[in-house]
């Protein structure tokens, strides 16, 4: 289980998150949705640790991951996989290098053992056989799968994906979303979404935290979303002809 | 100033924190020893044959006087291109060449957040990607600079054969007479701080980089410059320090 307590975020002037408190389900997907500099990204790299709050915890199973020197933050961050905006794949290794890449500093495994799970994670994301590629050689659909891969490649606890749908097209993106909902179902991983897509947000919404100027602002599942009288949410969620069509379908 | 300097530091003792794995970091101190040594051996080796060719020329021309042998240009060229263009020239030539890759190379991956994936996974950023680096820069370097010395006495050789200002008999008299083992051991000294001045520079740069492709070339450029700098701050230093 994963929570933050009211987590604050200042860079300069700027205070970004104003005390954000709240619980991800775990074996669930977590969605924090809100407009452009809403604090979306700012929260989740406060979750993991890219950013330090300037006030509030993050707990992962109750220990307080915020007070933890490098070291002991290991353990954990050994159990979290992250899915970025741009992948993040590294450039300078193949795809089947990158998948690797933590296995190879963090297990003890052989290197047959290695490559097998590798194979096994491409599978698992349809790009079987593209080991020896390099990112570059990868569109921008293939990036995102392949960063799954490797995301998922320590078996991890807790996921992280920010902005899994950003550049991608309406099927490649829903395609994305599905196998994300897939592997939180089958490895019953905790996974936390940072999305303004709302095809995401129906699709695959089990937990939603909006979040509106620094704040959270509201909290339900996609069902509840579509009948919430809020009006920040709903001038977010139906701000096209095309979803208050559908809310007046509902 | 002082801020950064803090920060240089801290980032520095990050670096050499204990490897998770001291394979993984083994395979890339020798991916960037091949990168920073055999890389630039193209380049150093142009520089020194060229330098070593002109120096001895235009001290052949200094030296117009009857009563100086001809073979004490040889003794000059040896201990200038020792002392002074092997070192520093090539340092110089590698802040440029090895410098500015360094920089660009950790700034970009700062940039595409490849930096932010390393530390997710728990690894130490800084010292995966900068103490190979620097362990690179601090035992290649001293290499180049010895490749270097060779062919710049070589290339004042090549000199002699071919203008005849000073005959390649007498060139060779030179060079071998009075030498000094001091001169190397002060090359060499100033070879590994080079190297670290290099390394760790633009690796510092290179890891501060905050925003996009413009932000990487302006690393790239503030590292060259820096490392510039302290390659002649630090010559002078160990020069008066040690001769």
């Known amino acids: ?250 | 100033m002082f801020h950064s300097l803090g920060k240089y530091i801290l980032l520095l003792r990050l670096s050499f924190r204990r490897p998770e794995k001291f394979s993984v970091y083994w395979a890339e101190v020798m991916r960037e020893m091949v990168s920073t040594g055999i890389g630039s051996l193209g380049i150093i080796s142009i520089i020194s044959v060229f330098i070593g060719a002109a120096t001895t020329i235009q001290i052949a021309f200094q030296l117009s006087s009857p009563l100086v042998p001809r073979s004490i240009a040889g003794s000059i060229a040896r201990d200038t291109t020792i002392l002074e263009f092997s070192p520093t020239i090539s340092s110089l030539v590698l802040a440029g060449r090895v410098g500015s890759s360094i920089a660009s190379q950790i700034g970009t991956m700062r940039v595409t957040e490849q930096i932010d994936a390393l530390e997710i996974m728990g690894v130490n950023a800084p010292g995966y990607l900068i103490s190979p680096k620097i362990i690179a820069g601090v035992t290649m370097v001293p290499l180049l600079v010895i490749v270097s010395i060779t062919l710049g006495i070589g290339g004042g050789y090549l000199a002699c054969m071919v203008t005849g200002d000073v005959t390649p008999s007498d060139y060779i008299v030179g060079v071998l007479d009075g030498f000094n083992g001091l001169t190397v051991r002060v090359a060499l000294v100033k070879a590994i701080v080079f190297g670290f001045i290099i390394a760790s520079i633009c690796a510092y740069q290179g890891f501060y980089t905050k925003g996009g492709a413009l932000e990487v070339g302006q690393s790239a450029t503030k590292g060259v410059v820096y490392s510039c700098v302290m390659i002649l701050f630090a010559d002078l230093v160990i020069t008066s320090i040690m001769l």
Not at chain 1, 2 to 14: L, S
Not at chain 1, 42 to 62: A, M
Not at chain 1, 113 to 124: H, S, W
């Open chain 1, 1 to 250: 289980m994963i929570e933050i307590n009211d987590i604050y975020k200042t860079f300069g002037e700027n205070e970004v998150l104003k005390g954000i408190t709240a619980k991800f389900k775990p074996g669930k997907n977590n969605l924090i949705i809100g407009g452009s500099g809403s604090g979306k990204t700012t929260l989740l790299k406060c979750i993991v640790g890219l950013h330090e709050p300037t006030k509030g915890q993050v707990f992962f199973d109750g220990e307080n991951f915020t007070d933890m020197g490098f070291e002991q933050r290991v353990p954990i961050r050994t159990q979290i996989g992250m899915l970025f905006q741009n992948s993040a794949l590294f450039d300078s290794m193949t795809v089947e290098e990158n998948i690797m890449f933590p296995l190879n500093l963090f297990t003890t495994k052989t290197k047959e053992e290695k490559l097998e799970r590798a194979n096994f994670c491409l599978e698992r994301v349809n790009l079987a056989g593209k080991n020896k590629l390099f990112p570059s050689e990868l569109s921008g659909g293939m990036k995102k799968r392949v960063g799954i891969a490797r995301a998922i490649s320590m078996q991890p606890k807790y996921l992280f994906v920010d902005e899994p749908n950003s550049g991608l097209d309406p099927k490649t993106s829903i395609l994305i979303d599905e196998l994300i909902n897939e592997l939180t179902e089958e490895y019953q991983i905790t996974t936390v979404i940072v999305t303004h897509d709302m095809n995401s947000v129906m699709g695959i919404g089990d937990h939603i935290i909006f979040l509106h100027e620094g704040k959270k602002w509201w909290e339900g599942s996609n069902h509840e979303i579509a009948h919430t009288d809020n009006k920040e949410l709903n001038d977010f969620v139906f701000a096209s002809k095309f979803m208050r069509a559908a809310k007046a379908k509902l």
